[in-house]
């Protein structure tokens, strides 16, 4: 198999769908040129629990099949792999990352879990540039995959490279919200550049790695004591109590190893990144018109500095009424009881 320099590789699953026919040609559009390939990881198999199944996902599953080879007609970069987990691949996976160990195929809250592994694994490049399918990009910067390529060159302590996130303030101000990792401690820039900050964890929503450094750099993840807690709720979702979020693990193990994130707005305008939390009707009504904005710079005062889309360029009123911790819960609830041990037994 030919091995690439530099790979787009994007992880999406059945439920993407609802978007995907805006989000990633958004994202071909803005990476496609820098990446000597773009690999797309579907993910078919469906927990059993939560926001990651649904009763619509053979539909969804059908309709993304089809618009993905329909898309991958039309551009000789894309090639689309369906997450294999089949025991030779998966020990693959395991040896290049987990130094043989047991790999569970979801997190504990049912999430994506393998099949990020298996996406920096089937991409067989060098370089990767890896994102959800539903991530949105501004600055539309032609060099920022290179710029990002020195950094992670020029300094072996740089495990991660990320797009600034969320549209930056034009003085280069960094708000709170972005200033802050997750251990509150107030994140600083990194070495020269203006717009960049060194950070102590990373995100699989979106992240550019050298995969040499990370197999032998982070080589042999670890994984993590989950808690009491959190295996008896990955008792009753149905779920393997094995593993912590990806991106968890990942940034444990990166801080155990001393290494870091930069997030990095890059030369000229760069790039910058936005997360769309919800996905609500109005959401999907809207998204043609962000997409647009997005690309074109037309940004609201109130979504400079956040780095998920807020309700200065989209209503979510709704979506965030439904999502609510008390909705969350009673989804749970009715999950367990009804589905998971009444029906079983019944």
């Known amino acids: 198999m030919k091995k690439f320099q530099t790979s787009l590789q994007v992880n999406i699953y059945p439920l993407d769908i609802c978007h995907l026919k805006e989000t990633l040609p958004h994202q071909i559009r803005v990476f496609g040129d820098q990446v000597d390939s773009i690999c797309i990881v579907l993910d078919t198999k469906?927990?059993?629990?939560?926001?990651?199944?649904?009763?619509?996902?053979?539909?969804?599953?059908?309709?993304?099949?089809?618009?993905?080879?329909?898309?991958?007609?039309?551009?000789?970069?894309?090639?689309?792999?369906?997450?294999?987990?089949?025991?030779?691949?998966?020990?693959?996976?395991?040896?290049?990352?987990?130094?043989?160990?047991?790999?569970?195929?979801?997190?504990?809250?049912?999430?994506?879990?393998?099949?990020?592994?298996?996406?920096?694994?089937?991409?067989?490049?060098?370089?990767?540039?890896?994102?959800?399918?539903?991530?949105?990009?501004?600055?539309?910067?032609?060099?920022?995959?290179?710029?990002?390529?020195?950094?992670?060159?020029?300094?072996?302590?740089?495990?991660?490279?990320?797009?600034?996130?969320?549209?930056?303030?034009?003085?280069?101000?960094?708000?709170?919200?972005?200033?802050?990792?997750?251990?509150?401690?107030?994140?600083?820039?990194?070495?020269?550049?203006?717009?960049?900050?060194?950070?102590?964890?990373?995100?699989?929503?979106?992240?550019?790695?050298?995969?040499?450094?990370?197999?032998?750099?982070?080589?042999?993840?670890?994984?993590?004591?989950?808690?009491?807690?959190?295996?008896?709720?990955?008792?009753?979702?149905?779920n393997e109590g094995v593993a912590l979020e990806a991106e968890s693990l990942l940034s444990l193990n990166m801080r155990e190893k001393n290494k870091i994130r930069v997030d990095y707005l890059g030369e000229n305008s760069g790039v910058w990144s936005l997360h769309p939390v919800y996905r609500s009707a109005e959401y999907i009504a809207a998204l043609p018109i962000i997409i647009r904005n997005v690309e074109l710079g037309e940004i609201p005062a109130g979504q400079i500095g956040d780095y998920n889309l807020n309700d200065s360029m989209v209503d979510l009123k709704s979506a965030k009424k439904n999502a609510s911790k008390l909705s969350r819960i009673l989804k749970q609830i009715n999950f367990v009881l009804f589905k998971r041990f009444f029906i079983k037994r019944n």
């Open 46 to 238: 469906p927990s059993l629990s939560g926001r990651y199944g649904s009763e619509f996902y053979s539909d969804c599953l059908l309709e993304i099949r089809c618009y993905l080879n329909e898309l991958s007609g039309h551009n000789n970069k894309i090639v689309v792999k369906e997450v294999d987990y089949s025991a030779q691949t998966k020990q693959g996976v395991s040896d290049l990352f987990f130094g043989g160990k047991y790999i569970p195929e979801k997190a504990w809250d049912g999430g994506p879990f393998y099949s990020y592994f298996y996406g920096l694994y089937i991409s067989n490049s060098e370089y990767v540039l890896h994102m959800d399918g539903d991530m949105l990009f501004g600055g539309g910067s032609s060099t920022w995959i290179s710029e990002a390529k020195k950094i992670i060159d020029d300094d072996v302590k740089v495990a991660f490279v990320c797009p600034w996130p969320g549209p930056p303030f034009k003085n280069g101000f960094i708000s709170e919200k972005v200033s802050n990792t997750f251990e509150g401690t107030p994140a600083k820039n990194y070495k020269t550049h203006p717009l960049s900050i060194v950070q102590d964890h990373v995100s699989t929503r979106i992240f550019f790695a050298k995969t040499s450094r990370l197999v032998v750099d982070l080589g042999a993840l670890g994984f993590y004591p989950l808690g009491v807690l959190r295996k008896f709720k990955a008792y009753l979702l149905g």
